[in-house]
């Protein structure tokens, strides 16, 4: 695959450096599946400020800690062939979407399904702020919707472009010792 020029996600993904390793681990359907859990653990040590004060930092540095560590602490899978893998590999293959473009229906629906994470945050922020239950709830809904749904997309785009490069096409085995 050739080097990836730099986008926004890329960028991200860069802050928690996700290696060749990291992101074959956080292939694992495991990894993708708990990390749903990240977002409502956060909402849930920001909220209990009021009940714990300053003490809900302690709640705050276990889920980013929960965030960081999910794609390192499982184990490569013994098969991608599956939906999970292939939106792992999907956001691998947006990442670099610079160097080697995906087709044109892909390449704004990402975008428009990030944009609802964003509006999903800004109701989740107001919502701790407030303490505001609805708005919260709200929001974290819309965010993990959004990234479902933005995981779906990844498939899509993987599936696509899975054949324009052999690395992309490696990523897809079955069996394989973990």
Known sequence: MAKMQQTAESLIARLFRMSEETWARHANPWSVYTRTTALPLLTLAIWSRQWFNWWCLVGVGAALVWIWFNPRIFRRPHATDNWASKGVFGERVWLARKTLPVPDHHRVMPHILSA????????????????????ALAGNVVVIASKLWFLDRMVWIYED????????????YRDRDG
Do not use: N, P, Q
């Not at 472009?161 to 897809?172: G, I, L």
């Open 161 to 172: 472009m899975k054949d324009a490069d052999a690395t992309y096409k490696s990523w897809v």
């Open 116 to 135: 609802g994470s964003g509006i999903g945050l800004l109701f989740l922020v107001w919502g701790l702020w407030r303490l505001e239950l609805w708005a």
